[in-house]
Nanobody, 120 residues
């Protein structure tokens, strides 16, 4: 089994910054794509950003230029630096990873979520 543990959420004022981290552990052969999604109550979970094992990134249009996703492959960890946060970005942020749990066997895993609240 694979566990994804997020950290770094909290309360921040509009225009502020937060850095989220997500560490993967367990039965890991390798990790392909890692990423972050977010979900507000009553809304669908939406993509924030993803990064491949080769560091190719993809961002939602709404966060381009403000958020930066990165990863440390040696630590099986993905980060999300969030700058210029807006109040409507208040949500639970979920870490996501596609893990090769055995040779040629890939599974998707989710973290438990970390709350980000943007409010004055």
């Amino acid at each position: 089994q694979v566990q994804l543990v997020e950290s770094g959420g909290g309360l921040v004022q509009p225009g502020g910054s937060l850095r989220l981290s997500c560490a993967a552990s367990g039965s890991i052969f390798s990790i392909n794509t890692m990423g972050w999604y977010r979900q507000d109550p009553g809304k669908q979970r939406e993509l924030v950003a993803t990064i491949t094992s080769g560091s190719t990134t993809n961002y939602a249009d709404s966060v381009k230029g403000r958020f930066t996703i990165s990863r440390d492959n040696a630590k099986n960890t993905v980060y999300l630096q969030m700058n210029s946060l807006k109040s409507d970005e208040t949500a639970v942020y979920y870490c996501y990873a596609v893990v090769e749990v055995a040779r040629f066997v890939h599974k998707a895993f989710w973290g438990q979520g970390t709350q980000v609240t943007v409010s004055s």
